[in-house]
């Protein structure tokens, strides 16, 4: 082995040997075990949230193929309707044209080409981070088979009655030309207006206090032209004698009733709110309630459109509604006709005032566009029957989320689930299989041919197929199933679903777990016809924050690329990563202050290893977890440790009786053996609880602390000492190279390049056959290798030699300088430990000798430390140069009361106090405390050696 820890020198070409080898296949004799990976965007990269889930995937996925279960891992990528048809449309822009230039069918094949030729990078990143998919079965949602699953689903669903064409509102994308999603529009918290504005009271009506008016306030002016009523709360006083009466309403002289709806909050405003039912989400639900008219401003012909044309809305009023809009609205931008209606109010001496007030605007995730509730025709699946059984399926067992209380947050949306908008006015995507005839009646079917035998529709028929695709998340919502072949009963439909596992964010709960649940359960179904499950268990991780705790974002410029950390980066490459594409001056400026501020030396190599060690060290159950890099820099360490712990077994594991030839097993072999098999279950336990942080904090306090620091330690003495027995040094050589073998087997799921790199090595003097690690069984706890005796005698043994190091730290005495030891208080027991143990600790603690005193003896001034009830004293006389250790304690006593002084003069300056943020004061609070804990210590060791 090299001397020194190369990561890149070993990932790489060890990836590339596992997958040419069909490592990552399933082959386990035993039960199956499948996670279906969560098809990232194909237009995407790799960020934090990737490295996060794909870390967890791969630990739970080598664990259970080292367990022996016959594991799938399976891989593939989302067409990603929208982001893929933005990329290639701004790329057609830069040739100065557009999609309709080039029609539909070419327009296609130029996304085509690009998936082609550019789609598969974030394929070739989840390699990077050791993810052991299998590639073999890789699948993407536009593949043929994947495509012919989308339209089974859809023609079932639609026969069963759960698929339909209605005019409900959408949020419309008014770029892109196209609805979207709720998980595809941003709320921005901005500043804006409130419009507080009369509405005339028609028939001589008067309100309690005698006015002829109403006062309604709003935050979007210009939908008022589509107004079908004002609401009060039934409830408030002032306005139920108006109940049912009428206001004009301005502009368009239309009357509009006054209605009554709980709906309306009395301490809002004046209490009177009004009813934009094609314009806005809540008031849809009170026109329903109320049976009022939906009246769009956007699109004169919504209500006569052929149902396969391709939707425009862009933002502006349309001509007419019943032709009551007022001519000089007709054409104008929203924005723009707000100005013109507020000036028009504002002159007909109807705007009352305009109030500065707080808005959550809504606004497309891709397109940075105001989005528009819009009313319109689209295809909807009928949610309620199927969320019954998912629901059942939750509160049954069948499917389990862990943590737990995200099954609340399951439970409160699917109790509530709206009616799901699937048409997307977009080109590229599963394009919806209806097709129509000349007078709008609509076919389903799953081509044109079986539209026409099934209708009896002969050539003469002009038919023309609906120009919508689907919502990306249909498609991913059979994704369990659908790449395993269904419709059809393949073998491996048979063998593999239902699935274990889904990992994901609570952030996509609703949009894709609930989905996939209920899309399954209907779709597929056991032997005995009883619903299919995707999966039996929902393990949902936070998200991914800075070292503050704040969302890594582009604009708060603290996003990280996985790859820059397992590659390393230098500083100016990072700088234009983060700064790249903003379009504000003073925010590239100030992001790359950050950067520079936070990265002077930009960012090291750690190697992945490192990297997917930090994130399941970080994955307690389903917080966001604080990514700090001196986390991945403490586990570089660790990766460090264990190299460097190899080369040692290494260099000293021959002849370690592995051909049979008698061994003897020493107290640190017994002891380190005994630890083994609590660390094997614990880390087994913990995995299968899915407690991803605890399973790293047991191993890495195995390998590091008990094997490196002590094991490797106290191995020393036998082998270094030519008068051992053999046996006894052919029982340690096979102890260290047994036992990391098996920690190297425990540590592979975490940690998949240095393990295999150091077993190859390794195994042979195990005399263990096998060409990769990762198909070597998983370690046993085997309980009756637990020696509690030696597991008490090492304890002692630990403890006394970490007080005499701690005695040489505190007096300064040098490492090599040989302590002669007293002890009192000596039980039995002590005495027989030190007896059995004289050459080792004299060996390990560097003691020159050990001498029992009687109870009652007096001993020379000395250091103490404390093992149990027994003393260890350490005389100080003629160990140290008195008057030079106490002149070096006097300078360091008076720096750290310089620190005391300086940072107390900071806490107690108010101004500082006032306006530093909380975090800083808390640091300063923090370094005092330490300044002087540290100063009352040394004052104290000032104090003993002043009296020898």
Not at 251 to 256: A, D, P
Not at 490 to 508: A, M, N, P, Y
Not at 557 to 565: A, F, R, S, Y
Not at 628 to 647: L, S
């Amino acid at each position: 082995m090299d001397k020194t820890y190369q990561p890149h020198a070993i990932e790489t070409s060890w990836y590339e040997t596992w997958e040419s080898e069909n490592y990552f296949a399933p082959q386990g004799a035993g039960d199956s075990y499948t996670i279906m990976i969560p098809p990232p965007n194909v237009t995407g990269s790799l960020h934090m949230g990737h490295g996060f889930n794909n870390a967890i995937m791969d630990a739970l996925i080598r664990f259970r193929r080292m367990q022996g279960r016959n594991t799938l891992w399976q891989p593939g990528t989302d067409h990603a309707g929208i982001a893929t048809q933005m990329l290639v449309e701004r790329q057609l822009e830069a040739t100065g044209q557009n999609r309709h230039d080039l029609g539909r069918e070419k327009f296609l094949e130029k996304i085509w080409e690009w998936k082609d030729q550019s789609g598969g990078n974030i394929s070739r990143q989840i390699r990077r981070l050791g993810s052991s998919v299998d590639w073999s079965r890789e699948r993407f949602t536009m593949d043929d088979g994947l495509s012919e699953a989308v339209k089974e689903a859809f023609v079932r669903l639609h026969e069963d009655g759960l698929i339909y064409r209605g005019k409900r509102l959408v949020n419309w994308d008014t770029k892109l030309h196209t609805a979207i999603s709720d998980l595809e529009v941003e709320n921005h918290d901005e500043k804006g207006f409130l419009w507080n504005l009369k509405y005339p009271l028609a028939d001589g009506a008067k309100t309690a206090e005698g006015n002829d008016y109403l006062i309604v306030a709003t935050t979007r002016p210009e939908t008022m032209l589509g107004d079908a009523a004002v609401a009060v709360n039934p409830n408030d006083e002032r306005y139920q004698a108006l109940i049912g009466k009428f206001v004009e309403l301005p502009l368009v002289g239309r009357r509009i009733p006054i209605i009554a709806d709980d709906y309306c909050d009395p301490e809002f405003g004046t209490g009177c709110v009004k009813i934009t039912p094609a314009h806005d989400f809540n008031d849809y639900e009170v026109g329903k309630r109320h049976n009022l008219p939906l009246l769009n401003i956007f699109d004169k012909n919504a209500a006569v459109l052929p149902a396969c044309q391709v939707f425009n809305l862009d933002g502006t009023l349309n001509e007419s509604i019943d032709g009551k809009i007022p001519a000089e609205y007709a054409g104008l931008d929203r924005f723009e006709a707000r100005k013109q209606i507020v000036a028009a109010f504002d002159a007909a001496g109807l705007l009352v005032s305009v109030d500065d007030h707080g808005l959550k605007v809504p606004k497309g995730d891709r397109s940075g566009t105001v989005i528009e509730p819009w009313l319109t025709d689209q295809w909807y699946v009928s949610t309620k029957p199927l969320a019954e059984p998912a629901i059942a399926a939750v509160e049954d067992g069948r499917i389990a989320f862990v943590p737990k209380q995200y099954e609340n947050m399951y439970f409160s949306w699917m109790r509530d689930i709206q009616d799901w908008c699937i048409s997307r006015q977009l080109w590229w995507g599963h394009r919806i299989p209806a097709w129509y005839d000349e007078s709008g009646k609509v076919y389903v079917g799953r081509d044109e041919a079986e539209v026409r035998a099934k209708h009896n529709l002969g050539p003469d028929v002009a038919l023309q197929q609906d120009n919508d695709v689907l919502d990306t998340w249909f498609s991913s919502g059979l994704w369990t199933f659908s790449t395993l072949g269904w419709p059809q009963q393949t073998e491996f439909l048979k063998k593999f679903h239902s699935t274990d596992v889904l990992v994901t964010g609570f952030d996509i709960i609703f949009f894709w777990v609930a989905r996939m649940i209920m899309l399954t359960m209907h779709l597929v179904k056991n032997e005995d016809g009883t619903p299919q499950v995707p999966f039996k268990t929902v393990y949902v991780h936070g998200l991914v924050r800075d070292g503050q705790g704040q969302k890594m974002s582009k604009s708060k410029g603290n996003v990280l690329d996985p790859l820059d950390i397992i590659d390393g980066i230098d500083l100016e490459t990072l700088v234009q990563k983060r700064t790249s594409g903003l379009m504000q001056p003073k925010l590239a400026k100030k992001i790359e202050k950050q950067t520079r501020d936070e990265f002077a030396d930009g960012i090291a190599s750690y190697g992945t290893d490192a990297l997917r060690f930090t994130f399941c060290s970080l994955a307690s159950t389903g917080r966001d977890i604080k990514f700090d890099m001196g986390r991945v820099e403490g586990y570089r360490n660790f990766c460090n440790k264990i190299w460097n712990a190899a080369r040692y077994v290494l260099d000293k594991g021959e002849d370690c009786g592995q051909n049979g030839e008698a061994y003897e097993l020493s107290l640190a072999d017994r002891w380190i053996i005994s630890q083994l098999q609590r660390t094997e279950a614990e880390v087994t336990r913990q995995l299968d609880q899915f407690r991803f942080d605890l399973a790293a904090q047991a191993l890495y306090e195995f390998i590091w602390n008990q094997y490196c620091d002590w094991y490797l330690e106290l191995s020393k003495p036998v082998l270094w000492d030519e008068n051992a027995p053999i046996e006894r040094q052919r029982g340690t050589r096979r102890t260290l190279v047994r036992v990391l073998e098996v920690a190297l087997r425990l540590a592979h799921p975490f940690m998949p390049f240095i393990t295999e790199e150091i077993w190859q090595r390794l195994a042979p003097l195990a005399g263990i056959e096998g060409k990769t690690i990762m198909l070597q069984p998983w370690p046993v706890a085997n309980e009756a290798r637990i020696d509690e005796a030696a597991e008490s005698d090492i304890e002692w043994l630990k403890t006394l030699m970490l007080g005499t190091r701690n005695i040489r730290a505190e007096m300064n005495i040098g490492p090599g300088k040989p302590l002669a030891v007293f002890v009192k208080n000596a039980s039995a027991e002590d005495q027989r430990r030190l007896t059995e143990n004289d050459a080792l600790l004299k060996k390990l603690a560097k003691l020159e000798s050990i001498t029992v005193l009687a109870d009652d003896a007096e001993a020379p001034l000395s250091a103490t430390a404390l093992v149990g009830e027994m003393e260890v004293l350490v005389p100080m006389a003629g160990l140290i140069d008195k008057g030079a250790e106490l002149a070096r304690l006097d300078k360091e006593i008076a720096r750290l009361q310089g620190e005391v002084q300086r940072v107390g003069g900071k806490l107690s300056n108010a101004a500082f106090v006032d306006k530093a943020p909380a975090e800083v004061i808390d640091k300063e609070r923090a370094k005092l405390a330490e300044a002087e804990q540290a100063q009352g210590k040394l004052a104290e060791q000032r104090s003993r050696i002043a009296s020898l």
